[in-house]
């Protein structure tokens, strides 16, 4: 049931882009992108919800595709500040009100 | 305001002993979610609380764990007869549950329990 997230890591320069894909095999209902750096609590990006709602994140984006149950975190002239480790969660259609998070992906930036 | 908080921060013990683990979530925020983090590794969905009660424990590892909440209030996680496999951080998130509108989680600092 645990999402599926790719790449498990990536290492990057400053000013660069980069993708994180998140998958399920259960239909969602919705998909929520959080930022957790080291020794740290996790920290909310993102919400993508079925039907196209989006509540997030000025300087990340995200898309949310429904058929595919996919989404995919988008990263653009990363900064220092967004090393960090990202997870997915996601809520199934079946609105059990659980998120059940992915092992998460580690970026990190080089200056 | 203030956001969610988590006593103790440290907690070691001896293989054998019960512990408890507090969460006071941020005021009027109904939904109440523990999680299990070993080191390195994801987030392991323990139990969801909407209000008082439980609707899912189907995370909690054996029937040496359980969880209770005073309303919507603070929840305490407690392991029996603690093994080391125990060993985690245990991260306590609230949210204010709304129907089709989507919510965000708010986490805690997390309790990081050895078990020796």
């Known amino acids: 049931q645990q999402p599926v997230q790719s790449p498990q890591a990536v290492i990057l320069r400053e000013g660069e882009d980069a993708v994180i894909n998140c998958s399920s095999s259960?239909?969602?209902?919705?998909v929520h992108w959080y930022r957790q750096k080291h020794g740290e609590a996790p920290v909310f990006l993102m919400i993508?919800?079925?039907?196209?709602e989006q509540k997030g994140h000025d300087k990340i984006s995200a898309s949310f595709n429904e058929k595919k149950q996919q989404s995919s975190l988008y990263l653009t002239a990363s900064q220092l500040s967004y090393s960090g480790t990202y997870f997915c969660?996601?809520?199934?259609?079946?609105?059990?009100?659980?998120?059940?998070f992915g092992k998460g992906t580690r970026l990190h930036i080089l200056p | 305001g203030a956001g969610v908080s988590q006593s103790p921060s440290n907690k070691v013990t001896e293989k054998g002993k019960d512990v408890e683990l507090r969460c006071d979530p941020i005021?009027?925020?109904?939904?109440l979610y523990w999680y299990r983090q070993r080191l390195g590794q994801g987030l392991e969905f323990l139990i969801y609380?909407?209000?008082?009660?439980?609707?899912?424990k189907s995370g909690l590892p054996s029937d040496r764990f359980s969880a209770e909440r005073t309303g919507e209030s603070v929840s305490t996680l407690t392991i029996q007869r603690t093994q080391q496999e125990d060993s985690a951080v245990y991260l306590c998130?609230?949210?204010?549950?709304?129907?089709?509108?989507?919510?965000?989680?708010?986490f805690g600092p997390g309790t990081r329990l050895t078990v020796t």
């Open positions: 609380f909407q209000g008082n009660s439980a609707p899912d």
């Open positions: 993508l919800l079925k039907g196209g």
């Open positions: 259960k239909a969602l209902y919705s």
């Open positions: 998130a609230s949210s204010q549950r709304q129907f089709s509108v989507g919510y965000e989680q708010y």
């Open positions: 005021s009027g925020h109904t939904a």
């Open positions: 969660g996601t809520e199934y259609m079946n609105r059990d009100d659980k998120i059940i």
